[in-house]
Each structure stands twice: as structure tokens, then as C-alpha cells.
């Protein structure tokens, strides 16, 4: 079975804490991507990736960072975690330079105090 | 920018049919369809390149019509198993990551 596994499922921080979301997937796909969900928002892009060593913004990176040093795993990162951090982060990967269905974990809880 | 989803909610019965729709402002490559049931990932359901194309996988199916730049998602006698919220995500241009609207909320009850 294909899986995108997300390391932590549930996380509670303070503010001005660095969290780090790791995401791997064992597919082998060149092209990883995260995600934010709020309620009434949907998901929104933060930051991808399509090659090892690559990072591109997506449209919400302020207050993120990125880390791809291995094909099989992206790393998201919050350098100093604010309460409008809150929220539901998903991974995904897929296949690259052909459309294809994206493969999501199963997501990240991340509450700020 | 996001493609625009409607409805915003939905709640049907167990054998009545529900349309889906998105749209976008921006000539699509593809679009896609997604189902989340709640505390679960996304899952895909399927994808429409350009061209007109009608996708169909079991009592669901989708439409992509280039001209409008409009999808609309059919699901047919549904079942309890429909409920959760559904997702479309756009592609603009080729090999973009995709935006996705903010979703349609299904509920089926028996």
C-alpha cells in the first residue's frame, strides 16, 4: 500500500516555539507538497517541492520554511510558531511532470498556545 | 485563485442524486476531485484534462466543460458512504501544484 506519513498527528505548542512537521512518503514521487486546512478555507498551498534540494513558495508561505534534503521527505518548518499557526497541515506527494492524483497523509493538528 | 465551489453544503437522503459545482476564472489544464471524510486524508476520486472528457467511477461521475471552465461532480443514489466533504483542485498551467476551492460538505442520511 502507497502511504504519505506524516510523523505527528497531534502537537500543542507555545508561541515563539520552532516546530518541525515531517512528512515521508514511499512512493518514490519527485513532487511533495503541504498544505494548510481551516474551516471555510479549504487547502491552501504553503510550500513544494519538486526535486530534492528544491523549494518553491506556494500561497501562504509567511512564516514557514521548508527542508527537502532526502527525495522521500519534506519538512515543514515554523521558525517561531504563532497562535495564527493553528490549524490542520497536510502532506502530499505524487508522480512528477505528469497530472496525476495527489497521495495526502493523514494530516498534522497543530495548536499554538 | 481559487476555483469557486457550490454548493457550500448539502444534505440528501439515501438514493437522491447531488450535483457538485467549480469554477475557475483561468483557462484549466485539469482539474481534479477529492473526498475527505471527516478526521481522514483526502482521497482522490478522479481527474479531467481539457477536452470536454466525462469521467465516470461507479454511481460518481464529472464533467469538465473547457469553454466555462466549469466541472461539475454527479453523484447518483447516494449512499451513507458519500458523506464528507468534497474538494476541487485545479490546474493552471500544466504540472502546477494544485488550488484547491473550499470545499462542498455532503451529508447523507438514511
Known amino acids: 500500500d502507497v502511504k504519505v506519513t506524516q510523523s505527528s498527528r497531534y502537537l500543542v505548542k507555545r508561541t515563539g516555539e520552532k516546530v518541525f512537521l515531517e512528512c515521508v512518503q514511499d512512493?518514490?514521487?519527485?513532487?511533495m507538497f503541504w498544505y494548510r486546512q481551516d474551516p471555510g478555507l479549504g487547502l491552501r498551498l504553503i510550500y513544494f517541492s519538486y526535486d530534492v534540494k528544491m523549494k518553491e513558495k506556494g500561497d501562504i508561505p509567511e512564516g514557514y520554511s521548508v527542508s527537502r534534503e532526502k527525495k522521500e521527505r519534506f519538512s515543514l518548518i515554523l521558525e517561531s510558531a504563532s497562535t495564527n499557526q493553528t490549524s490542520m497541515y497536510l502532506c502530499?506527494?505524487?508522480?512528477?511532470?505528469?497530472?496525476?492524483?495527489?497521495?495526502f497523509g493523514e494530516g498534522s493538528r497543530l495548536t499554538v498556545l | 485563485q481559487q476555483p469557486v465551489q457550490s454548493p457550500q453544503a448539502v444534505i440528501l437522503r439515501e438514493g437522491e442524486d447531488a450535483v457538485i459545482n467549480c469554477s475557475s476564472s483561468?483557462?484549466?489544464?485539469?482539474v481534479h476531485w477529492y473526498r475527505q471524510k471527516h478526521g481522514e486524508a483526502p482521497v482522490f476520486l478522479m481527474i479531467?484534462?481539457?477536452?470536454?472528457e466525462q469521467k465516470g467511477h461507479d454511481k460518481i461521475s464529472a464533467s469538465f466543460n473547457e469553454k466555462k471552465q466549469q466541472s461539475s461532480l454527479y453523484l447518483t443514489a447516494s449512499q451513507l458512504s458519500y458523506s464528507g466533504t468534497y474538494f476541487c483542485?485545479?490546474?493552471?498551467?500544466?504540472?502546477?501544484?494544485?488550488?484547491f476551492g473550499k470545499g462542498t460538505r455532503l451529508s447523507v442520511i438514511a
Open positions: 479531467l484534462l481539457k477536452g470536454g
Open positions: 502530499a506527494s505524487r508522480q512528477g511532470t505528469i497530472t496525476g492524483e495527489l497521495f
Open positions: 483561468k483557462a484549466l489544464y485539469s
Open positions: 483542485g485545479t490546474e493552471f498551467p500544466r504540472n502546477t501544484p494544485l488550488v
Open positions: 512512493m518514490d514521487h519527485e513532487n
